[in-house]
C-alpha cells in the first residue's frame, strides 16, 4: 500500500503541476513511513515541502491555496495529531461550498495514517473515522488493499470538495497485490464486494479486511457462505449495496476498529434496519473495539479484533 500511495502521488504530480505535497517530514526524509520518498527529489521544494510542526497551519494554508486553484495534498503524520487542524477542516474545508452557494470548493486531500497493530505510543493508534463522517461536506475514504490505494487517492485528488484519506498503517507493507501503472479511479462512495454469499453479509474496512477475509475463507470450511463487502468510503458510503446483500443473506454484521458507541457499525445496522428490516432473519450486529482510548503497546491485543473473534460472532448470528 505503502507504494502505491507514492505512485499515486507521483503519477498525478507528473500529470498536473497545481498538485502540491506537504506535511511534516515528507520532503526530504520522504515521510515517517515513506510514503513521499523521493517526490521531492523530482518535483522540487516548491511542490514537495516540509513544514514546521502546526497542523492548523498545514490544513490553513492548503484551504487557501485550493480556493486559489491549487490542489493540495498534505499529510497529518498520524491521525490522533489532527485534532488541532480541526477548525480548519469543520469551519472552511467542509463549509466552504455551501458558504459560497457552490461557488467556490476545496479540492484539498489530508492523508493521516490511523489505526493500531504497530505498537506505537500514545495519539498515534486512533480510529476515529466516524467523527469525520459525522461532519457535513467532507468526504471520508478508507482503503484497505495497494490497488485500492491508489485508484481511492487519484479519485481524491481530482474531487472538487476535501476528503479525509485514512491508510490503515497496519498494512501499509502488507499484503502485497499487483497496481496497474499509470493513472486509474475507483469511485468515492462506492462499495467493494469480495466474495459473493448468501448466509451472511459481513462488512469492514481498512485493516480489519484483512481478518474478515480470513474469517470469510474459515466459515467456508464450516459450509457458510458469507457476502463480504469492503466499504472503501465511510462517508458517502454505498447503502445501495449494503441493502441488496442483507436482502439477499438476511443476516448482517459489520466489523471496525473504532469505538462502537455512535460509530460506522451503528449507522449502518441503522440503514439496514430502516431499508431491509423485513428480510432480516436475525438482529443486525457489530463487532467494534471498544469505548476506550486504545491501549499502548502491550494491551494493543486486547483491543484489537482476530480472526476468531469474526467467526464466533458470525456462527452467533446464524443462530440467533
Known amino acids: 500500500m505503502i507504494s502505491a ?9 507528473r500529470l498536473h503541476e497545481r498538485i502540491m505535497v506537504y506535511g511534516q517530514d515528507v520532503g526530504v526524509s520522504g515521510g515517517v513511513f515513506r510514503a513521499t520518498v523521493d ?6 521544494k516548491e511542490r514537495v515541502f516540509d513544514t514546521a510542526l502546526a497542523e492548523s497551519g498545514i ?7 485550493a480556493v486559489a486553484g491549487l490542489r493540495p495534498v498534505v499529510e497529518i503524520q498520524f491521525s490522533g495529531f489532527a485534532w488541532p487542524a480541526f477548525n480548519q477542516i469543520i469551519s472552511h474545508l467542509a463549509r466552504v461550498r455551501n458558504r459560497t452557494r457552490g461557488k467556490i470548493t476545496a479540492p484539498i486531500v489530508v492523508r493521516m495514517p490511523y489505526g493500531g497493530g504497530i505498537r506505537a505510543v500514545e495519539h498515534h493508534s486512533e480510529s476515529m473515522e466516524a467523527v469525520w463522517g459525522h461532519v457535513p461536506g467532507l468526504k ?24 479525509i484519506f485514512m491508510e490503515p498503517k497496519r498494512v501499509y507493507r502488507s499484503p502485497k497485490q499487483e497496481v496497474p501503472d499509470g493513472s486509474y479511479t475507483l469511485p468515492i462512495g462506492k462499495a467493494h464486494i469480495v466474495q459473493q454469499g448468501s448466509d451472511v453479509t459481513l462488512v469492514s474496512y481498512g485493516a480489519q479486511m484483512k481478518e474478515s477475509r480470513l474469517a470469510a475463507v474459515k466459515l467456508k470450511s464450516e459450509n457458510v457462505s458469507v457476502e463480504l463487502i469492503d466499504l472503501r468510503t465511510i462517508y458517502p458510503f454505498d447503502r445501495e449495496t449494503i441493502i441488496s446483500s442483507v436482502k439477499k443473506t438476511g443476516r448482517f454484521l459489520v466489523v471496525h476498529e473504532g469505538p462502537q458507541s ?6 449502518l445496522i441503522a440503514t439496514v434496519n430502516e431499508a431491509a428490516f423485513y428480510s432480516l432473519e436475525a438482529p443486525p450486529a457489530r463487532l467494534t473495539g471498544a469505548d476506550t482510548v486504545m491501549p499502548l503497546a502491550r494491551g494493543e491485543k486486547n483491543y484489537l479484533i482476530d480472526t476468531e473473534m469474526i467467526v464466533r460472532r458470525v456462527q452467533k448470528l446464524l443462530k440467533e
Do not use: C, W
Not at 490544513?59 to 491555496?65: E, I, K, Q, R, Y
Open 140 to 163: 471520508v475514504v478508507i482503503p484497505s488493499s495497494p490497488y485500492d490505494a491508489k485508484g481511492l487517492l487519484i479519485s481524491s485528488i481530482h474531487d472538487p470538495d476535501s476528503v
Open 5 to 13: 500511495i507514492n505512485s499515486a502521488l507521483r503519477e498525478e504530480m
Open 262 to 267: 455512535f460509530g460506522v457499525g451503528a449507522e
Open 39 to 44: 517526490l521531492q527529489k523530482e518535483f522540487g
Open 59 to 65: 490544513v490553513g494554508t492548503a484551504f487557501g491555496m
